[in-house]
Protein backbone atom coordinates (compact mmCIF):
# COMPACT_ATOMS: atom_id res chain seq x y z
CA UNK A 1 0.00 0.00 0.00
CA UNK A 2 1.13 3.40 -0.54
CA UNK A 3 -0.44 6.88 0.71
CA UNK A 4 0.07 9.78 -0.75
CA UNK A 5 -0.56 13.56 0.95
CA UNK A 6 -2.40 14.74 -0.87
CA UNK A 7 -5.29 12.15 -0.30
CA UNK A 8 -5.02 12.40 3.57
CA UNK A 9 -6.44 8.97 5.41
CA UNK A 10 -6.50 7.12 2.06
CA UNK A 11 -3.79 4.10 1.43
CA UNK A 12 -3.37 3.56 -2.41
CA UNK A 13 -3.37 -0.29 -3.27
CA UNK A 14 0.47 -0.06 -5.01
CA UNK A 15 -0.12 -3.49 -6.95
CA UNK A 16 -3.04 -2.70 -8.58
CA UNK A 17 -1.78 0.81 -9.47
CA UNK A 18 0.53 -0.49 -10.99
CA UNK A 19 -1.61 -3.33 -12.55
CA UNK A 20 -3.79 -0.70 -13.73
CA UNK A 21 -0.56 1.15 -15.74
CA UNK A 22 1.03 -2.29 -17.36
CA UNK A 23 -3.00 -3.20 -18.59
CA UNK A 24 -3.85 0.96 -19.76
CA UNK A 25 -0.56 0.80 -21.34
CA UNK A 26 -0.92 -2.32 -23.54
CA UNK A 27 -4.41 -1.35 -24.54
CA UNK A 28 -3.12 2.10 -25.16
CA UNK A 29 -0.48 1.21 -27.46
CA UNK A 30 -2.44 -1.78 -29.16
CA UNK A 31 -5.91 0.61 -29.94
CA UNK A 32 -4.49 3.99 -29.89
CA UNK A 33 -6.60 5.53 -26.86
CA UNK A 34 -4.43 7.52 -24.13
CA UNK A 35 -5.92 5.44 -21.69
CA UNK A 36 -7.71 7.84 -19.81
CA UNK A 37 -11.27 6.70 -20.03
CA UNK A 38 -9.39 2.93 -18.07
CA UNK A 39 -7.69 5.51 -15.59
CA UNK A 40 -9.87 7.98 -14.58
CA UNK A 41 -12.75 5.12 -13.51
CA UNK A 42 -10.06 3.19 -12.03
CA UNK A 43 -8.10 5.20 -9.43
CA UNK A 44 -11.46 6.58 -8.48
CA UNK A 45 -12.23 3.08 -7.42
CA UNK A 46 -9.01 2.70 -6.15
CA UNK A 47 -9.40 5.94 -3.85
CA UNK A 48 -8.79 8.93 -5.38
CA UNK A 49 -11.48 11.53 -5.32
CA UNK A 50 -12.65 12.05 -8.49
CA UNK A 51 -10.66 15.75 -9.72
CA UNK A 52 -7.46 14.47 -8.30
CA UNK A 53 -8.47 11.09 -10.73
CA UNK A 54 -8.96 12.95 -13.71
CA UNK A 55 -6.14 15.65 -13.19
CA UNK A 56 -3.41 12.59 -12.45
CA UNK A 57 -4.95 10.62 -15.28
CA UNK A 58 -4.89 13.32 -17.53
CA UNK A 59 -1.40 13.68 -16.48
CA UNK A 60 -0.34 10.11 -17.17
CA UNK A 61 -1.54 10.29 -20.32
CA UNK A 62 0.61 13.18 -21.45
CA UNK A 63 3.63 11.15 -20.57
CA UNK A 64 1.86 7.56 -22.01
CA UNK A 65 1.28 8.93 -25.15
CA UNK A 66 4.65 10.05 -25.73
CA UNK A 67 5.88 6.39 -25.41
CA UNK A 68 3.53 5.03 -27.87
CA UNK A 69 3.87 7.77 -30.41
CA UNK A 70 7.45 7.12 -30.58
CA UNK A 71 7.01 3.70 -31.15
CA UNK A 72 4.09 4.32 -33.86
CA UNK A 73 5.98 6.60 -35.29
CA UNK A 74 8.83 4.55 -35.94
CA UNK A 75 6.25 1.72 -37.33
CA UNK A 76 5.12 5.00 -39.94
CA UNK A 77 1.07 5.36 -38.10
CA UNK A 78 1.98 9.02 -37.60
CA UNK A 79 0.28 11.49 -40.23
CA UNK A 80 1.91 14.67 -37.96
CA UNK A 81 -0.38 17.58 -39.98
CA UNK A 82 -3.68 15.65 -39.02
CA UNK A 83 -2.50 15.33 -35.21
CA UNK A 84 -1.79 19.04 -35.19
CA UNK A 85 -4.88 20.06 -36.90
CA UNK A 86 -6.41 17.97 -34.20
CA UNK A 87 -4.44 19.29 -31.55
CA UNK A 88 -5.56 22.84 -32.12
CA UNK A 89 -8.88 22.02 -31.94
CA UNK A 90 -8.76 20.12 -29.24
CA UNK A 91 -6.61 22.76 -26.92
CA UNK A 92 -9.59 25.18 -27.14
CA UNK A 93 -11.85 22.26 -26.52
CA UNK A 94 -9.85 21.35 -23.32
CA UNK A 95 -10.15 24.40 -21.87
CA UNK A 96 -13.89 24.74 -21.90
CA UNK A 97 -13.86 21.02 -20.22
CA UNK A 98 -11.63 21.91 -17.16
CA UNK A 99 -13.84 24.92 -16.72
CA UNK A 100 -17.08 22.65 -16.69
CA UNK A 101 -15.03 20.28 -14.14
CA UNK A 102 -14.06 22.67 -11.80
CA UNK A 103 -17.45 24.53 -11.89
CA UNK A 104 -18.41 20.89 -10.54
CA UNK A 105 -15.99 20.30 -8.34
CA UNK A 106 -17.46 23.90 -6.32
CA UNK A 107 -20.76 22.70 -6.25
CA UNK A 108 -20.22 19.27 -5.07
CA UNK A 109 -21.28 17.52 -8.37
CA UNK A 110 -17.87 16.56 -9.25
CA UNK A 111 -18.31 12.42 -8.59
CA UNK A 112 -21.38 12.27 -10.51
CA UNK A 113 -20.53 14.73 -13.10
CA UNK A 114 -17.64 13.31 -14.23
CA UNK A 115 -19.03 9.39 -13.93
CA UNK A 116 -22.16 10.21 -15.62
CA UNK A 117 -20.75 11.60 -18.66
CA UNK A 118 -17.77 9.19 -19.11
CA UNK A 119 -20.68 6.88 -19.05
CA UNK A 120 -22.75 7.91 -21.66
CA UNK A 121 -20.12 8.40 -23.85
CA UNK A 122 -18.00 5.09 -23.34
CA UNK A 123 -21.46 3.07 -24.04
CA UNK A 124 -22.67 5.23 -27.14
CA UNK A 125 -19.00 5.08 -28.48
CA UNK A 126 -18.21 1.44 -27.53
CA UNK A 127 -21.72 -0.13 -29.42
CA UNK A 128 -20.86 1.48 -31.97
CA UNK A 129 -17.49 0.57 -32.58
CA UNK A 130 -18.04 -2.93 -31.72
CA UNK A 131 -21.02 -3.92 -34.04
CA UNK A 132 -19.28 -1.96 -36.77
CA UNK A 133 -16.15 -4.17 -36.00
CA UNK A 134 -18.53 -7.73 -35.45
CA UNK A 135 -20.03 -6.65 -39.38
CA UNK A 136 -16.96 -6.07 -40.75
CA UNK A 137 -15.13 -9.70 -38.65
CA UNK A 138 -18.55 -11.41 -41.05
CA UNK A 139 -17.85 -9.58 -44.44
CA UNK A 140 -13.92 -10.89 -44.23
CA UNK A 141 -15.40 -14.51 -42.90
CA UNK A 142 -17.49 -14.37 -46.36
CA UNK A 143 -14.77 -13.13 -48.42
CA UNK A 144 -12.67 -16.35 -47.09
CA UNK A 145 -14.92 -18.58 -47.66
CA UNK A 146 -15.71 -17.35 -51.12
CA UNK A 147 -18.46 -14.81 -50.94
CA UNK A 148 -17.64 -11.52 -52.98
CA UNK A 149 -16.53 -8.11 -51.04
CA UNK A 150 -18.72 -6.18 -49.68
CA UNK A 151 -17.76 -2.30 -49.21
CA UNK A 152 -17.95 -1.40 -45.56
CA UNK A 153 -21.01 1.08 -44.68
CA UNK A 154 -18.43 2.67 -42.52
CA UNK A 155 -16.90 4.34 -45.70
CA UNK A 156 -20.10 6.12 -46.77
CA UNK A 157 -20.19 8.39 -44.59
CA UNK A 158 -16.39 9.06 -44.43
CA UNK A 159 -16.81 9.80 -47.79
CA UNK A 160 -20.12 11.66 -47.59
CA UNK A 161 -18.01 13.98 -45.07
CA UNK A 162 -15.02 13.87 -47.22
CA UNK A 163 -17.16 15.35 -49.79
CA UNK A 164 -18.07 18.66 -48.13
CA UNK A 165 -17.02 21.61 -49.92
CA UNK A 166 -16.30 23.96 -47.28
CA UNK A 167 -12.76 25.51 -48.19
CA UNK A 168 -10.59 25.34 -46.66
CA UNK A 169 -9.76 21.86 -47.60
CA UNK A 170 -6.48 19.88 -46.78
CA UNK A 171 -4.68 17.32 -47.68
CA UNK A 172 -3.38 14.59 -45.62
CA UNK A 173 -1.79 12.16 -47.80
CA UNK A 174 -0.18 9.78 -44.96
CA UNK A 175 -3.92 9.07 -43.51
CA UNK A 176 -4.98 9.46 -47.33
CA UNK A 177 -7.72 11.74 -46.39
CA UNK A 178 -9.02 15.78 -48.33
CA UNK A 179 -11.56 16.86 -45.82
CA UNK A 180 -12.81 20.62 -45.12
CA UNK A 181 -10.77 22.19 -41.91
CA UNK A 182 -14.24 22.35 -40.06
CA UNK A 183 -14.89 19.04 -39.86
CA UNK A 184 -12.01 18.28 -38.58
CA UNK A 185 -12.35 21.02 -35.55
CA UNK A 186 -15.56 19.93 -34.91
CA UNK A 187 -14.43 16.72 -34.03
CA UNK A 188 -11.23 18.25 -32.47
CA UNK A 189 -13.30 20.68 -30.41
CA UNK A 190 -15.61 17.50 -28.88
CA UNK A 191 -12.77 15.65 -28.55
CA UNK A 192 -10.92 18.38 -26.09
CA UNK A 193 -13.82 19.20 -23.89
CA UNK A 194 -14.09 14.94 -22.82
CA UNK A 195 -10.86 15.34 -22.32
CA UNK A 196 -10.97 18.18 -19.84
CA UNK A 197 -14.20 17.14 -18.05
CA UNK A 198 -13.73 13.50 -17.67
CA UNK A 199 -9.64 13.36 -17.67
CA UNK A 200 -9.00 11.60 -20.73
CA UNK A 201 -6.71 12.43 -23.83
CA UNK A 202 -10.04 12.05 -26.03
CA UNK A 203 -8.56 8.39 -28.16
CA UNK A 204 -11.69 6.41 -27.30
CA UNK A 205 -13.30 9.04 -29.30
CA UNK A 206 -10.69 10.05 -31.35
CA UNK A 207 -10.07 7.05 -32.68
CA UNK A 208 -13.10 5.60 -33.94
CA UNK A 209 -14.02 9.65 -35.46
CA UNK A 210 -10.78 9.52 -37.51
CA UNK A 211 -11.50 5.77 -38.57
CA UNK A 212 -15.42 6.06 -39.06
CA UNK A 213 -15.76 10.39 -39.66
CA UNK A 214 -12.84 10.89 -41.72
CA UNK A 215 -12.09 7.30 -42.87
CA UNK A 216 -8.56 7.17 -42.17
CA UNK A 217 -6.85 3.83 -42.45
CA UNK A 218 -6.98 2.03 -38.56
CA UNK A 219 -3.10 1.78 -38.07
CA UNK A 220 -2.55 5.64 -38.59
CA UNK A 221 -5.70 6.61 -36.76
CA UNK A 222 -3.91 4.54 -33.75
CA UNK A 223 -0.48 6.63 -33.88
CA UNK A 224 -2.02 9.64 -34.88
CA UNK A 225 -4.75 9.93 -32.36
CA UNK A 226 -1.94 9.28 -30.21
CA UNK A 227 0.20 12.39 -31.19
CA UNK A 228 -2.91 14.65 -30.62
CA UNK A 229 -3.87 12.89 -27.55
CA UNK A 230 -0.69 13.81 -26.09
CA UNK A 231 -0.57 17.19 -27.12
CA UNK A 232 -4.13 17.69 -25.78
CA UNK A 233 -3.40 15.90 -22.33
CA UNK A 234 -0.21 18.17 -22.05
CA UNK A 235 -2.56 21.20 -21.77
CA UNK A 236 -4.78 19.38 -19.74
CA UNK A 237 -2.05 18.85 -17.07
CA UNK A 238 -1.35 22.52 -17.09
CA UNK A 239 -4.86 23.63 -16.53
CA UNK A 240 -5.05 20.80 -13.75
CA UNK A 241 -2.04 21.12 -12.06
CA UNK A 242 -3.00 24.96 -11.80
CA UNK A 243 -6.13 24.00 -10.13
CA UNK A 244 -4.67 21.36 -7.96
CA UNK A 245 -5.83 18.25 -9.41
CA UNK A 246 -2.67 16.38 -10.00
CA UNK A 247 -0.70 13.42 -7.55
CA UNK A 248 2.55 13.49 -9.82
CA UNK A 249 4.37 10.87 -7.80
CA UNK A 250 1.07 8.42 -8.59
CA UNK A 251 1.32 9.51 -12.43
CA UNK A 252 5.01 8.96 -12.67
CA UNK A 253 4.23 5.53 -10.96
CA UNK A 254 1.60 4.29 -13.42
CA UNK A 255 3.82 5.70 -16.22
CA UNK A 256 6.33 3.59 -15.58
CA UNK A 257 4.55 0.47 -15.67
CA UNK A 258 2.54 1.71 -18.74
CA UNK A 259 5.67 2.31 -20.35
CA UNK A 260 6.16 -1.51 -20.31
CA UNK A 261 2.70 -2.36 -21.47
CA UNK A 262 2.40 -0.07 -24.63
CA UNK A 263 5.33 -1.77 -26.17
CA UNK A 264 3.54 -4.60 -26.28
CA UNK A 265 0.57 -3.45 -27.24
CA UNK A 266 1.97 -2.09 -30.14
CA UNK A 267 4.34 -4.93 -31.17
CA UNK A 268 0.83 -6.38 -31.52
CA UNK A 269 -0.57 -4.35 -34.18
CA UNK A 270 2.53 -5.76 -36.85
CA UNK A 271 0.49 -9.09 -36.26
CA UNK A 272 -2.91 -8.57 -36.39
CA UNK A 273 -5.77 -7.00 -39.19
CA UNK A 274 -7.02 -3.72 -38.75
CA UNK A 275 -10.64 -5.16 -37.47
CA UNK A 276 -9.10 -6.28 -34.38
CA UNK A 277 -7.92 -3.34 -33.44
CA UNK A 278 -11.81 -1.87 -33.76
CA UNK A 279 -13.20 -5.06 -32.35
CA UNK A 280 -11.21 -5.38 -28.86
CA UNK A 281 -11.49 -1.35 -28.75
CA UNK A 282 -15.16 -1.84 -28.43
CA UNK A 283 -15.11 -4.45 -25.98
CA UNK A 284 -12.71 -2.40 -24.03
CA UNK A 285 -14.73 0.75 -23.96
CA UNK A 286 -18.10 -1.07 -23.06
CA UNK A 287 -16.36 -3.15 -20.49
CA UNK A 288 -15.33 0.18 -19.03
CA UNK A 289 -18.80 1.38 -18.91
CA UNK A 290 -19.64 -1.43 -16.89
CA UNK A 291 -17.84 -0.40 -14.15
CA UNK A 292 -18.06 3.11 -14.17
CA UNK A 293 -21.84 2.40 -14.10
CA UNK A 294 -21.43 0.07 -11.32
CA UNK A 295 -19.34 2.86 -9.26
CA UNK A 296 -22.21 5.63 -10.25
CA UNK A 297 -24.81 3.49 -8.93
CA UNK A 298 -22.98 3.64 -5.57
CA UNK A 299 -22.25 7.15 -5.66
CA UNK A 300 -26.50 7.95 -6.09
CA UNK A 301 -27.65 5.42 -3.96
CA UNK A 302 -25.63 5.04 -0.99
CA UNK A 303 -27.40 1.89 0.09
CA UNK A 304 -25.51 -0.18 -2.53
CA UNK A 305 -22.24 0.55 -1.99
CA UNK A 306 -21.82 -2.96 -0.37
CA UNK A 307 -21.99 -4.61 -3.59
CA UNK A 308 -21.61 -1.46 -6.22
CA UNK A 309 -17.80 -1.04 -4.59
CA UNK A 310 -16.26 -3.96 -5.21
CA UNK A 311 -18.57 -4.85 -8.63
CA UNK A 312 -17.11 -1.95 -9.90
CA UNK A 313 -13.50 -3.05 -8.75
CA UNK A 314 -14.20 -6.41 -10.16
CA UNK A 315 -15.77 -5.36 -13.32
CA UNK A 316 -12.95 -2.55 -14.13
CA UNK A 317 -10.15 -4.52 -13.19
CA UNK A 318 -11.52 -7.73 -14.49
CA UNK A 319 -12.25 -5.82 -17.96
CA UNK A 320 -8.85 -4.16 -18.21
CA UNK A 321 -7.47 -7.90 -17.53
CA UNK A 322 -9.82 -9.37 -19.94
CA UNK A 323 -8.70 -7.00 -22.85
CA UNK A 324 -4.73 -7.32 -22.15
CA UNK A 325 -6.02 -11.78 -22.86
CA UNK A 326 -7.47 -10.76 -25.99
CA UNK A 327 -4.58 -9.31 -27.12
CA UNK A 328 -2.25 -11.39 -25.66
CA UNK A 329 -4.16 -14.73 -27.36
CA UNK A 330 -4.53 -12.57 -30.84
CA UNK A 331 -0.26 -12.20 -31.01
CA UNK A 332 -0.21 -15.92 -29.79
CA UNK A 333 -2.04 -16.99 -32.29
CA UNK A 334 -0.50 -14.70 -35.19
CA UNK A 335 2.79 -16.16 -33.89
CA UNK A 336 1.58 -20.08 -34.53
CA UNK A 337 -0.30 -19.15 -37.87
CA UNK A 338 3.06 -17.37 -38.87
CA UNK A 339 4.56 -20.42 -37.84
CA UNK A 340 2.65 -22.75 -39.84
CA UNK A 341 0.41 -24.22 -36.93
CA UNK A 342 -3.22 -24.52 -37.09
CA UNK A 343 -5.33 -21.34 -35.23
CA UNK A 344 -8.76 -21.24 -34.77
CA UNK A 345 -11.44 -20.45 -37.72
CA UNK A 346 -12.69 -17.74 -35.68
CA UNK A 347 -9.75 -16.20 -35.20
CA UNK A 348 -8.45 -16.24 -38.93
CA UNK A 349 -10.27 -13.29 -39.95
CA UNK A 350 -8.80 -11.00 -37.29
CA UNK A 351 -5.02 -11.94 -38.15
CA UNK A 352 -2.68 -10.52 -40.67
CA UNK A 353 -1.10 -11.79 -43.65
CA UNK A 354 2.92 -12.76 -43.47
CA UNK A 355 5.01 -9.46 -44.16
CA UNK B 1 30.37 0.99 -34.66
CA UNK B 2 27.23 -1.84 -34.83
CA UNK B 3 23.84 -1.02 -34.52
CA UNK B 4 23.63 -3.49 -31.71
CA UNK B 5 26.57 -1.67 -29.79
CA UNK B 6 24.91 1.72 -30.37
CA UNK B 7 21.91 0.74 -28.68
CA UNK B 8 23.27 -0.96 -25.88
CA UNK B 9 24.92 2.35 -25.50
CA UNK B 10 21.64 4.00 -25.54
CA UNK B 11 20.41 2.09 -23.00
CA UNK B 12 22.88 2.20 -20.30
CA UNK B 13 22.86 5.84 -20.70
CA UNK B 14 19.04 5.88 -20.41
CA UNK B 15 18.85 3.44 -17.40
CA UNK B 16 21.14 5.83 -16.02
CA UNK B 17 19.35 8.58 -16.93
CA UNK B 18 15.94 7.34 -15.62
CA UNK B 19 17.93 6.06 -12.71
CA UNK B 20 18.48 9.73 -11.54
CA UNK B 21 14.57 10.37 -12.70
CA UNK B 22 13.42 8.19 -10.02
CA UNK B 23 15.87 8.85 -7.51
CA UNK B 24 14.97 12.74 -7.53
CA UNK B 25 10.89 11.90 -7.39
CA UNK B 26 11.42 9.11 -4.88
CA UNK B 27 13.06 11.98 -2.63
CA UNK B 28 10.43 14.41 -3.61
CA UNK B 29 7.72 12.48 -2.32
CA UNK B 30 9.18 11.33 1.00
CA UNK B 31 10.82 14.52 1.77
CA UNK B 32 7.45 16.03 1.51
CA UNK B 33 8.35 18.50 -2.03
CA UNK B 34 5.69 17.50 -4.00
CA UNK B 35 2.86 17.77 -1.32
CA UNK B 36 4.38 21.83 -1.16
CA UNK B 37 4.60 21.82 -4.78
CA UNK B 38 0.75 20.67 -4.70
CA UNK B 39 -0.87 23.52 -2.75
CA UNK B 40 1.50 26.21 -4.98
CA UNK B 41 -1.61 26.94 -6.61
CA UNK B 42 -3.13 28.55 -3.60
CA UNK B 43 -0.39 31.03 -3.17
CA UNK B 44 -0.29 31.75 -6.65
CA UNK B 45 2.53 29.53 -8.09
CA UNK B 46 0.61 26.92 -9.91
CA UNK B 47 2.44 28.09 -12.87
CA UNK B 48 5.52 26.90 -11.53
CA UNK B 49 3.91 23.62 -10.50
CA UNK B 50 2.46 22.42 -13.85
CA UNK B 51 5.47 23.12 -15.36
CA UNK B 52 7.34 20.74 -13.05
CA UNK B 53 4.64 18.20 -14.04
CA UNK B 54 4.76 18.69 -17.43
CA UNK B 55 8.80 18.57 -17.61
CA UNK B 56 8.77 14.88 -15.66
CA UNK B 57 5.99 13.76 -17.69
CA UNK B 58 7.96 14.59 -21.16
CA UNK B 59 10.84 13.57 -19.76
CA UNK B 60 10.08 10.53 -18.41
CA UNK B 61 8.13 9.75 -21.49
CA UNK B 62 10.91 10.41 -23.54
CA UNK B 63 13.26 8.58 -22.23
CA UNK B 64 10.62 5.65 -21.78
CA UNK B 65 10.32 5.33 -25.27
CA UNK B 66 13.75 5.72 -26.54
CA UNK B 67 15.17 3.04 -24.06
CA UNK B 68 11.77 0.62 -25.07
CA UNK B 69 12.79 1.20 -28.06
CA UNK B 70 16.46 0.94 -28.08
CA UNK B 71 15.96 -2.34 -25.69
CA UNK B 72 13.66 -3.75 -28.52
CA UNK B 73 16.58 -2.80 -31.32
CA UNK B 74 18.78 -4.80 -28.81
CA UNK B 75 17.33 -8.25 -29.79
CA UNK B 76 15.29 -8.23 -33.01
CA UNK B 77 16.71 -9.88 -36.10
CA UNK B 78 15.29 -7.53 -38.70
CA UNK B 79 14.25 -3.89 -39.54
CA UNK B 80 11.17 -2.38 -38.86
CA UNK B 81 8.17 -2.58 -41.52
Not at chain 1, 167 to 184: E, G, L, Y
Not at chain 1, 190 to 215: E, N, Q, R
Not at chain 1, 261 to 277: C, I
Not at chain 1, 281 to 296: D, F, M, P, R, Y
Amino acid sequence: MISFPMIPGVEINLYLLVFAGLGAGIVSGFTGVGGGFLMTPALIILGFPANLAVGTSITWVAGNCLVGGLRHGRLGNLDIRLGLVMVAAATAGAEVGVRILNWAKTSGLADEGVLSIALVMLVAVGTYTLAESVRRKKELDGERKGRPAVLAERLSLAQRLQGINLPPRIAFPRAQVTVSIWVMLVVGFCVGVLAGIVGVGGGFVTVPSLIYVLGVPSFVAVGTSLLQTGFSAAYGVVRHSMSGNVVVFAAFIILVASSIGVQFGVQVTRYVRAVSVRYILGVCILLSAAGTALKLTGVLVPETASWSGPGSLAVTFGGLGLTVMMIGSLFFLALRKRRGKGVPTWAQSFLGEED
Amino acid sequence: MNPRKKSAIWVGVLCTAFSLLVWHMASWYSNGMHMQMFQWPDSGRGLLTALYNLAVMLAAGIMLGVLMDRIGNLFKRGGDR
